[in-house]
């Protein structure tokens, strides 16, 4: 019998976020080898980690985690999960929800519709985030003319980014240097190399 935490945060940007779930650990004494942590969505389920947690746990195990959120928001892979909890006879925590799913023994109906509700919920939110950043941007781009995504890259925001490339360029036009140690130089891919070319002759 062991007690397992979950944590997860969507990016690396949201790392403080990952760092008060993990106080979670403190709080249920979990050992750090027990503990499995990972950025990514909350609808992909092919998480490494949360799929390792699925696969260590055996019957009369506990997983941890703040909330449904962190564990899914999809409301299909939270069905699973609770499926994998009846099936391995498990214990599922959500702390800040103050809600227990315990199959290691009886368990009631009532609690496997409280967590499907979270999940529900959970999957409103996602979407109605969704939504509201396409919606966002669509009106950015149509009302306010707003240009989205990365700029173009053209000569000038090319010298600007590596100044030396012009010198590089000549030397390479000149086959005073390879195509390799052109690359070399700029410390960037064969197919970026290409792409400067690109701009610099068609620009």
Known sequence: MADYLYTRASTNETKQDLKAQLQLAVKYNIKPECIFSEFGSGKNTNRKEYNRLLETVVEQDSIISRDITRLSRSLKDILELINIVKEKKLRLVLDSMN????????????????????????????????????EKLAYKRDVEGVVLGAPVLTKERLLLKKPEIYELYGLYKSKTITFKSFCGALQVSRNTGYSYIHIIETN
């Open 99 to 134: 809600f227990t799913l315990d199959c290691r023994g009886e368990w009631s109906i009532l609690e496997e519709i409280c967590i499907l509700t979270f999940g529900l919920v959970g999957e409103i939110q996602r979407t109605t985030i969704s939504t509201d950043t396409k």
